[in-house]
């Protein structure tokens, strides 16, 4: 997930453990990351270039001439560049002296001098070559110099010996780009909360009242706030939204559920989103049978529901609680007002007048109010879109 859309340089050099080199890139994809792999020379001679292309899907990078003959070359700056991150995998004892000595006799310390990005490195060699004080004073250089070691594990090595040399395996170096970046992202750390969807009121089995609400502005906002390295649990109303894995859903249907489940969960939250739709009225009971219809008209006594946004305003502590208002008159005035009552620390107005907006739909026109009325008007966007807005606010905030 935290790998989506990031840009990978695969470096390999000419260790035996290069073959897991393949199953490194193809990890890395399958993690979500676009993925450009850099050989040496002596590299080759383990693993294929062919298997490298075919799995990255771009060509590999080894030579700083693509065509001797017309002299076009290889950008090896731009590659650094585009680079989110570097992964020199297997690093030998060769190319870890160089990395340190920049001695760039070749396009992988081409790239690596060029790079901007993190450059994690994991060594793969025989324990002696390892152990060496040449290749020791090397990688604590290295380390020393801001990039990020993978160590080699212990066990059987391809020359029989026993020891410290082998290289990690290919789950180990994703999960070690995954930290890295997990630890960076701006809510990593932080615990979001989120409300989705409509709640529904029985009136007898078989029916209810509800509303429009489809849970994906709550959704979307979830999704984001993963991404954006939050720990995320939904709690929401009857919606058929398929959601990530890593998202704790928690499915409920009426108005007390919802604040049953949300009340249990306020004090982990350090950031509240209250999306979902809450019936503010229920019938006062529930019929046990099927209403009968009968010639005359039905009529169905509605008692107030548990205000679950008052009662986390009231009960405040920490967290940062953001509501959401959906108005069709004197939407502003109505939205402030609300955002004072409840306490909360942002407000998201949707308008029924604006075409596009509020429910059901996958677009959305909002207005963010913040404690000192302070108002950002955004256009009508995807709901993937106003979430990112939504979430960057409360990134600032926070
Ligand atoms: C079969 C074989 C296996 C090798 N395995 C390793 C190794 O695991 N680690 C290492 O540092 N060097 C190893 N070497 C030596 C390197 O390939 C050699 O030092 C080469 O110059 C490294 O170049 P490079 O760093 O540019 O890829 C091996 C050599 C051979 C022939």
Known sequence: MVLRGKNVIVAISGSIAAYKSAILVRQLIKSGARVRVVMSESSKDFVSPLTLSTLSKYPVYSDFNSNKETGEWINHVELGLWADAMVVAPATANTLSKMRSGESDNFLIAAYLSARCPVFFAPAMDLDMYNHQSTRENIDWLVANGNIFIAPGNGELASGLVGEGRMAEPEEIVS??????????????????????????????????????????????????????????????????????????????????????????????????????????????????????????????????????????KSKQKQLLIGFAVESENELENAKSKLKRKNLDLIVLNSLNDSGAAFEGDTNKVSIIDKNNKIEHKQLKSKVEVAADIIDKIVTLL
Do not use: H
């Open 176 to 313: 070690s780009l995954e930290r890295f970046f997990q630890r960076n992202l701006p809510l990593s750390g932080k615990k979001v909360l989120i409300t989705a969807g409509p709640t529904r009121e029985k009136i007898d089995p078989v029916r209810f009242i509800s509303n429009r609400s489809t849970g994906k502005m709550g959704f979307a906002l979830a999704e984001e706030a993963l991404r954006k390295g939050a720990q995320v649990t939904v709690v929401c109303g009857p919606n058929s939204i398929v959601n990530s894995d890593s998202i704790e859903r928690i499915n409920v249907v009426s108005a007390q559920e919802m604040f049953d489940q949300v009340w249990a969960k306020y004090s982990w939250a350090d950031v509240v989103i209250m999306t979902a739709a809450v019936a503010d009225y229920r019938p006062a009971s529930i019929s046990d049978q099927k209403i009968k219809k009968t010639g005359g008209p039905l009529e169905i006594k509605f008692v107030r529901t548990v205000d679950i946004l008052g009662e986390l305003g």
